[in-house]
């Protein structure tokens, strides 16, 4: 079993008390796996139907299923964005907090500690590509890979921002309908999982990291509308992070009722532990809509326009709305995104493409948010998938010419440019196996 700091086994076997034994035998199991099929791409059945290995259904999380694959992530479906490896614990408060909202189709959603993007990508699913989510992550050198996470997953109404939350409270006082805090902690269920953690806590850093999730919270309470649903979570077990934390915010914040709140051990339940309380906000005013974001309209945008909507008649098989041009580059603007001033990094615009002048050339992050309805299909078996992924150029049919959507079991994994039986590839060279 590993090492594990004194003064927390103290602390646990005292709060703990007869489940001590049990909890400390926890660590000797290996860690939980599971993944989290992704709906805005794939329905659950279909899903079953094409997973490359068993699985098990998560009780709290309807598309959530545990695996004992050594390695889900190194999948053809996994770079499709079939799905989102995910700790089953982790996938608790998503689906309470949806609940407690009844509905967050079209609403205003706010994911405030967002990296890697784990429970951003499954509001966006409870979202259904409905309203707008606002995916924010204070770190910068974190924002990379949940920018690259949202892309892969097909996320199409998400805003993704770099600010602090006393920044970004300073933009959306009383906006948000739903806001989830899955605030940074001191990650005492993260010891199994990743053992590096274990030297870095300490309790010392217990109280330090209770003190910056009570300021988060204080921003959060801000940003959230009248009526709205405040969910928090950690995935620590430290009461001054968890129970004490709730206590004492709702202590200062009278205007919320505790809807539930919930400590899941390692010991009860197949995961590595989480905690999660969903609070209701009862008084509060809700903010209007920001004035949209709207397309610029030079000549010169139009020009770059022009190109752009000749490739979408000639490749695509749809028509899309809320087109922006900002020099060679083109957007979509996410349906009703809002207006607003920031002097932090925002990626308000999804990205379709680029163009030279005379030709335009797709992005991923369009292919990723396509189904294979949305432009011609390139099908790929699983090797076929693979040697793409790796960024080799495919042979196809003579009288395939133009963009692609090369994909696997109906699923795109991104562009080809088909030329004299040549299926060139386009799949980013960051992204190659």
Known sequence: MIE?????????????KGDFDAFIASYDRAPARAIRVNTLKISIDDFLKISPFPLRPVPWEESGFFTDSEGPGRTPLHAAGAYYVQEPSAMSVVPKAVKAANEIKGKRVLDLCSAPGGKGTQLAAAMGGEGILVLNEPILSRRDILAENVE????????????????LAKSFENYFDLILVDAPCSGEGMFKKEPNAIPEWSRENVIKCAQRQSDI???ADKMLCGGGILAYSTCTFSREEDEEQIQNFLKSHVGYTLVEEKKLYP?????????????????????????????SKSPKDKAALDVYRKWEGET??????NIAVRGENIYQIPQNAPKFEADYPVQTLLPIGRTDGKNFFPHHSLAMRLNCGGAETFALDYDGAVSFLKG??????????????????????????AVNGTAKNHYPKGLRI
């Open 4 to 16: 594990l700091p004194r003064d927390f086994l103290d602390r646990m076997k005292e709060e703990l």
């Open 152 to 167: 892969r997953l097909g996320v199409g109404n998400a805003i993704i921002s770099c600010a602090r939350p006393e920044q």
């Open 217 to 219: 919270l204080n921003e």
């Open 267 to 295: 010991h009860e339940m197949c995961g590595e532990g989480h905690f999660y309380a969903i609070l209701k906000k009862i008084e509060g005013d809700r903010a209007d809509d920001f004035p949209p974001l709207n397309p």
């Open 316 to 321: 695509l098989k749809l028509r899309l709305d």
């Open 392 to 417: 080799l150029t495919l042979p196809c049919p003579a009288d395939m010419k133009g963009w692609y959507l090369a994909a696997y079991s109906n699923l795109p994994l991104g562009w080809v440019k």
